[in-house]
């Protein structure tokens, strides 16, 4: 009997309000609590800094809408890899899985890492290392739990993810019901320039944004199909935006826009402010449960992508021999985490932990962010007479503005970031020299699933 070879395709069984719901609660992350803080200190006022979240969410509408098309023309589960192997070639792609084992994947658990660590620090600090202490910790213990076969249920993820909301909404209601006095502000010289610090101010807000690009994926199982992709986009950026101006204004309002600048857990801290220490105690442990979710999220899927990376290319053969009794790639899970944990310790020795995880991780995070956008163009030339369900609206306004904004944001991530930034370029030259000993894949690539990160992004 002849099997068929046609790969099963998705059922449309999810509306515009559910995914609406696995956008934000996607999106809406554990970077929240932190990334505030960074944009503070690289904008020299408010409202330098409420335009920062603004435009955060208009470039996020644009490269989702970018997304759309290529998900409902290009149907995969490779996302990204796919993306760029069908446009530039295999040699390209191999660069992208190689930053995502090497720089991206593991700096998105370093730096949930780092978020647990400065929230649980606030609920029981380990000292002066405290942060770093407990981002190991976390890197270890579930590295450890998943290479056992040992994985939080879907239930738990749902009921932390919820938490995680939660924190969000409890932040805001107590900042905007505050009367008692603001922080006293810094200098403007401390609190930053906008005229130097603005791009680097976007790479924290749109790091905070990040995750629309996984959401694109379930448009191949929207009950109202692709026509309903640009109204999910668009209704859940635009509240995801709403909440994040929202607590955002909770922030300036309890701290101040210096006091929220020179915060290291600003959420812990407006509670410290509005409710006490256990106002405190409560934020830092919702928080922290949050980002050890996200962190266990991407563990789980960053083991699995390096997996298939190591089946399709033999330099990397080591990662793609899976453990039956661990029903997992032990081999992948042990290589991650020991680069994740080489990521913290990398952190450790800079200025701040998670600052310089975010430089090291930008430039190449937007290279190929700048790359999937100009694929857009290059697939519509290379490809016309594919079926494109989904178009661009405005095309090619929109995918040029996101485009140029993913070009302004690698240019920002290089120019206004330090060693991290160069440290981070290394390794995917790193990439170039090990593409050009061992020229070809084992086999036709399958990689599976390569573009995701984690169920938060921070």
């Given at each position: 009997?002849?099997?068929?070879?046609?790969?099963?395709?998705?059922?449309?069984?999810?509306?515009?309000?559910?995914?609406?719901?696995?956008?934000?609660?996607?999106?809406?992350?554990?970077?929240?609590?932190?990334?505030?803080?960074?944009?503070?200190?690289?904008?020299?006022?408010?409202?330098?800094?409420?335009?920062?979240?603004?435009?955060?969410?208009?470039?996020?509408?644009?490269?989702?809408?970018?997304?759309?098309?290529?998900?409902?023309?290009?149907?995969?589960?490779?996302?990204?890899?796919?993306?760029?192997?069908?446009?530039?070639?295999?040699?390209?792609?191999?660069?992208?899985?190689?930053?995502?084992?090497?720089?991206?994947?593991?700096?998105?658990?370093?730096l949930l890492s780092y978020i647990f660590g400065d929230y649980f620090s606030q609920v029981y600090s380990l000292g002066e290392h405290s942060s770093f202490?407990?981002?190991?910790?976390?890197?270890?213990?579930?590295?450890?739990?998943?290479?056992?076969?040992?994985?939080?249920?879907?239930?738990?993820?749902?009921?932390?993810?919820?938490?995680?909301?939660?924190?969000?909404?409890?932040?805001?209601?107590?900042?905007?019901?505050?009367?008692?006095?603001?922080?006293?502000?810094?200098?403007?010289?401390?609190?930053?320039?906008?005229?130097?610090?603005?791009?680097?101010?976007?790479?924290?807000?749109?790091?905070?944004?990040?995750?629309?690009?996984?959401?694109?994926?379930?448009?191949?199982?929207?009950?109202?199909?692709?026509?309903?992709?640009?109204?999910?986009?668009?209704?859940?950026?635009?509240?995801?935006?709403?909440?994040?101006?929202?607590?955002?204004?909770?922030?300036?309002?309890?701290?101040?826009?210096?006091?929220?600048?020179?915060?290291?857990?600003?959420?812990?801290?407006?509670?410290?402010?509005?409710?006490?220490?256990?106002?405190?105690?409560?934020?830092?442990?919702?928080?922290?449960?949050?980002?050890?979710?996200?962190?266990?999220?991407?563990?789980?899927?960053?083991?699995?992508?390096?997996?298939?990376?190591?089946?399709?290319?033999?330099?990397?053969?080591?990662?793609?021999?899976?453990?039956?009794?661990?029903?997992?790639?032990?081999?992948?899970?042990?290589?991650?985490?020991?680069?994740?944990?080489?990521?913290?310790?990398?952190?450790?020795?800079?200025?701040?932990?998670?600052?310089?995880?975010?430089?090291?991780?930008?430039?190449?995070?937007?290279?190929?962010?700048?790359?999937?956008?100009?694929?857009?163009?290059?697939?519509?030339?290379?490809?016309?007479?594919?079926?494109?369900?989904?178009?661009?609206?405005?095309?090619?306004?929109?995918?040029?503005?996101?485009?140029?904004?993913?070009?302004?944001?690698?240019?920002?991530?290089?120019?206004?970031?330090?060693?991290?930034?160069?440290?981070?370029?290394?390794?995917?030259?790193?990439?170039?020299?090990?593409?050009?000993?061992?020229?070809?894949?084992?086999?036709?690539?399958?990689?599976?699933?390569?573009?995701?990160?984690?169920?938060?992004?921070?």
């Amino acid at each position: 009997m002849k099997q068929s070879t046609e790969l099963p395709h998705p059922k449309r069984r999810i509306t515009v309000t559910d995914a609406v719901l696995i956008i934000v609660g996607i999106v809406v992350g554990a970077g929240i609590f932190r990334a505030p803080s960074l944009v503070a200190a690289n904008t020299s006022n408010d409202t330098m800094f409420f335009l920062a979240w603004i435009l955060g969410g208009i470039v996020s509408i644009a490269g989702a809408l970018c997304y759309a098309e290529l998900t409902t023309a290009f149907t995969n589960t490779g996302g990204d890899y796919h993306f760029l192997n069908r446009a530039y070639g295999k040699r390209l792609a191999f660069l992208f899985a190689w930053a995502r084992i090497s720089v991206i994947q593991t700096g998105s658990i370093a730096l949930l890492s780092y978020i647990f660590g400065d929230y649980f620090s606030q609920v029981y600090s380990l000292g002066e290392h405290s942060s770093f202490i407990y981002a190991a910790m976390v890197i270890i213990v579930l590295t450890a739990l998943n290479m056992t076969g040992i994985r939080f249920g879907t239930g738990t993820q749902r009921l932390f993810t919820l938490s995680e909301i939660g924190g969000v909404l409890l932040i805001v209601t107590f900042g905007l019901l505050y009367s008692g006095p603001t922080v006293p502000i810094v200098e403007p010289a401390q609190a930053g320039s906008a005229g130097s610090s603005l791009g680097l101010a976007m790479i924290f807000v749109l790091l905070t944004y990040g995750g629309w690009n996984e959401a694109a994926y379930i448009s191949a199982e929207l009950k109202s199909g692709s026509n309903g992709m640009i109204r999910t986009l668009i209704i859940s950026i635009s509240i995801i935006t709403v909440l994040y101006l929202l607590i955002n204004v909770a922030y300036i309002k309890v701290l101040g826009h210096g006091g929220l600048g020179r915060s290291a857990a600003a959420g812990a801290d407006l509670m410290r402010l509005t409710a006490g220490s256990t106002g405190t105690y409560i934020i830092g442990t919702l928080v922290a449960i949050s980002a050890l979710t996200s962190a266990n999220a991407t563990i789980f899927t960053g083991a699995r992508t390096n997996y298939a990376l190591g089946k399709d290319f033999k330099i990397f053969s080591f990662l793609g021999r899976w453990n039956e009794r661990a029903s997992g790639p032990v081999n992948a899970f042990l290589i991650q985490g020991l680069v994740s944990l080489a990521l913290i310790s990398f952190g450790l020795f800079t200025r701040s932990g998670f600052e310089t995880i975010i430089e090291y991780t930008a430039p190449v995070f937007w290279f190929f962010f700048l790359l999937v956008g100009i694929a857009l163009f290059v697939l519509r030339k290379k490809e016309p007479e594919i079926y494109r369900p989904f178009r661009v609206p405005l095309y090619p306004i929109t995918p040029i503005i996101f485009c140029l904004s993913s070009a302004y944001l690698l240019y920002s991530s290089v120019t206004y970031t330090g060693f991290g930034a160069l440290a981070g370029i290394y390794v995917l030259l790193a990439g170039v020299i090990i593409l050009l000993i061992f020229r070809k894949p084992d086999r036709h690539v399958t990689i599976e699933n390569p573009a995701k990160v984690s169920a938060d992004t921070v």
